[in-house]
């Protein structure tokens, strides 16, 4: 439960299952294969807003012990919900000539949706941006780590990992409407962006 999401939208949940099955369980012993399991994840998690971003209020100046108000530069939303992630992995362990060489991979997809998210509004409004609920965010990838033991003697021993790893991130959806999303601009003309179809910014 969040404080800094309005009543409605403040409860989120954090639903998992996870299982493995050690098939060398299965297999008569063997001097090669060592260790052979697999296993699959499903997870969802949920993230709040930051302090302060559901109402309008003013930011309080003292200039010449003169005090004014200004309004923020961010227009609040009341109506915001929780970022949600859904994540699914699948892996395969396995490791041979008692346990001197072994490698492990996983392969994955997460999506987030409802990020929240400042959008850039014209000037005209007052404002230079919106918080929004926006879109959905896709990142897959695979990742590898083998392990070896060239050296397993009595007063010494030498481990090896290596690891590798490969991610694609992707903006699946913005707002409807909508294919590109202003993240940051600087001078020249140089801006950050979320754009349908691209990695994003």
Known sequence: HSSTLP????????????????????MPESDWLSFGKVRLNWAS?????????????????????????????TKKDSLLKPE?????????????FKRRLGFDLAVYKTNTTNQILPLAVSSATGYYYKNVNAGE???????????????????????????WAMNRNMVVSLLPGVENMQLQSFQGGVTIDAHVGQPYG
């Open 45 to 73: 998690v949920g993230n709040s807003a930051s302090f302060n971003q559901l109402i309008d209020n003013y930011n309080i100046v003292t200039s010449f012990n003169t005090p004014m108000t200004s309004v923020e530069t």
């Open 84 to 96: 949600k992630t859904n994540s699914l992995e699948a892996g395969l362990e396995m490791y041979f």
């Open 137 to 163: 965010i896709q990142n897959k990838g695979i990742e590898l780590t083998l392990n070896a033991t060239p050296i397993n003697g009595k007063n010494f021993k030498w481990n090896i990992t290596v690891n």
């Open 7 to 26: 009543p409605k939208n403040s409860t989120y949940y954090y639903p998992s299952v996870s299982g493995s099955f050690v098939f060398t369980n299965l």
